[in-house]
């Protein structure tokens, strides 16, 4: 068994992403040195390191996908590619001065809330030499995200075994094997979401074959063209110009997308426009109604995207949705379309799954202990829970970043985490204010929180019986928030002291009989 070191520090940051690497830029901007993070990876960059697949491309404009102290200020094109959103990130890192706190190639397996001390254990394995580092820490912050447990699909013969699966090379669009040619190589995508619809365009120039299966179609929206104009380019060099762009575009996304899950008249809008583009960009009738979705508009996330349908419509590439039967060594069976079509099989060189991700369990990636008797695994067990998304009682100085329920489907996912840290760093600084050992979360108000979300939610298309990866496989949506980003940001204007609890001070048992000043009729949406 290798040796366990010990090692002690104030705070241990969980995950080197956009939340990672933003809270510890707030804790070093607040005088804060005391800190780690932690991060499995030999990089930064969380879903923007791992994903890397042909035509990666962020959907949401690049001066809205950046922080707002260190602005993405691209006057050439509207939306970052992968590789340049993991060179921002890079670059942050090392101007914000936090690279020297980053340990790449630790593996997080355990953390454990000590409470005699008051503090956490975090349990850690180096990926290179299996050395073990117990880190005993007064804080700990998931910053882990809710994209990066890539979900594999249970389809007989895909598990490769001896003799009946598949012999050809298989990847995930979360771990792709650039190492492999599709040149003049038949190629089969499974899953048509986002990462499907960027990669097909790339990969239908390169491969002899594509084949696309489908389960069930998505909603597409056509999105502005990727360059900026001659005139666009000349206004964003005006002084301020950026930060009017960037809340241009955030009051757009809070305006135009974020009423789809709740507003039918809306909805109803915003659908008869997709319908519209399909059939002016799709000539093909039963094309179309094998890409015309039957579910509510925003029930699963929207794509963005001006290239898939057009791609689609090569000459090397089929859609089939068809169900997928099995695998074979070199071939794929799928099922009929209709009545009139019997079982096919279409051999292929490489099978590409773009099959998303697993939401629940990546919110969970490690074994999180707390005040006993509480453990994670169980409590969560029906779906995770956490006061916006950020704090869990029974887990004293703990807190997460983009947690349950706080993944923005209408606009930037850096923003809404800017605003957790925020939040976060007022839960520190009053929690020294009182010199306190430990801040927790009112079970009261986790439970009135819970109780406005879950009435929030029951309000909204994803209470329907479409299956995403919003959902917990309990059914529970476990992964947007229901209303805008103005509105996340209207219950964070609120103290730590209306939620939360510290010890010594306020008693944490006292916290779960007292009520909460919380009036949920300020917070209708």
């Given amino acids: ?32 040195e005391d800190f780690l993070i932690l991060e499995r990876f030999s990089d930064v960059g969380g879903v923007w390191r791992d994903n890397r697949y042909p035509g990666c491309t962020c959907d949401v404009p690049s001066h809205l996908y950046s922080f707002s102290f260190a602005p993405y200020t691209s006057r050439r094109t509207r939306y970052p590619s992968q590789q340049n959103i993991l060179r921002y990130l890079q670059g942050v890192a090392i101007d914000y001065k936090v690279e020297n706190k980053i340990r790449l190639n630790t593996k997080v397996s355990k953390a454990s809330f000590q409470q005699n001390e ?35 699909p249970q389809i007989p013969g ?30 089969s995508i499974i899953g048509t979401g986002s990462s499907a619809a960027q990669m097909l365009p790339a990969l239908a120039e390169r491969a002899s074959e594509v084949t ?58 915003v659908e008869c426009y997709a319908k519209h583009d399909l059939r002016r960009q799709v000539g093909d009738e039963r094309l179309v109604r094998k890409l015309m979705p039957s579910y509510p508009l925003g029930s699963k996330r929207i794509l ?57 369990d990546s919110l969970l990636p490690v ?19 956490a006061f916006l998304g950020l704090a869990i009682w029974g887990y004293p100085n703990l807190f997460m970043i983009a947690g349950p329920n706080s993944f923005n489907p ?19 600084a009053w929690r020294k204010e009182r010199l306190a050992r430990t801040i927790e979360v009112k079970q009261r108000a986790i439970l009135k929180y819970q109780g406005w979300l879950d009435d929030e939610m029951g309000r909204t298309v994803w209470s329907g019986s479409v299956n ?49 000043d919380l009036k949920l009729e300020d917070y209708s949406v």
């Fill in 410 to 428: 209408a606009g930037s996912n850096p923003d809404m985490k800017e605003l957790q840290i925020a939040y976060i760093m007022r839960c520190l």
């Fill in 367 to 385: 074994r999180v202990e707390g005040r006993h008797p509480h453990c994670l695994q169980k409590d969560w067990k029906e779906g995770p829970e």
């Fill in 118 to 152: 008051g503090s956490w254990n975090i349990y850690t394995i180096s990926e290179h030499s299996r050395a073990e580092i117990v880190y005993q820490a007064e804080i700990v912050i998931f910053a882990t995200g809710q994209l990066h447990q890539p979900n594999y």
């Fill in 212 to 269: 696309v299966y489908q389960r069930e179609p998505h909603w597409v929206l056509p999105k502005p063209e990727t360059y900026f104009n001659h005139v666009e380019r000349l206004l964003l060099k005006l002084p301020g110009a950026h930060e009017v762009y960037r809340k241009a575009l955030r009051h757009g996304a809070d305006t135009l997308l974020s009423p789809i899950p709740r507003c039918r008249a809306w909805r109803y809008v």
């Fill in 304 to 360: 963005f995207d001006n290239d898939f349908y057009t791609a689609l419509q090569r000459d090397n590439v089929k859609l089939i949705t068809g169900p997928i039967k099995s695998v074979t060594e070199n071939a794929v069976r799928s099922g009929p379309e209709d009545e009139t079509q019997k079982d096919r099989e279409v051999g292929t060189d490489v099978i590409i799954l773009a099959t998303g991700f697993r939401a629940a």
């Fill in 1 to 32: 068994m290798a040796e366990q070191k010990i090692q002690r520090t104030k705070t241990i940051i969980v995950g080197a992403g956009f939340g990672g690497l933003g809270m510890a830029i707030a804790l070093r901007e607040s005088g804060e």
């Fill in 468 to 516: 995403s990866w919003y959902k917990h496989p309990s059914g529970k949506v476990i992964s947007p928030w229901p209303a805008s980003r103005r509105h996340f940001k209207k219950w964070l204007r609120n103290d730590p002291e209306k939620f939360f609890d510290t010890e010594p001070g306020d008693s944490l048992e006292a916290g779960q009989a007292i009520d909460v």
């Fill in 158 to 187: 895909l598990e490769g075994a001896a003799g009946s699966g598949f012999t050809g090379p298989i990847m995930h669009s979360a771990a792709w094997d650039h190492g492999i040619d599709l040149r003049n190589k038949r190629v």
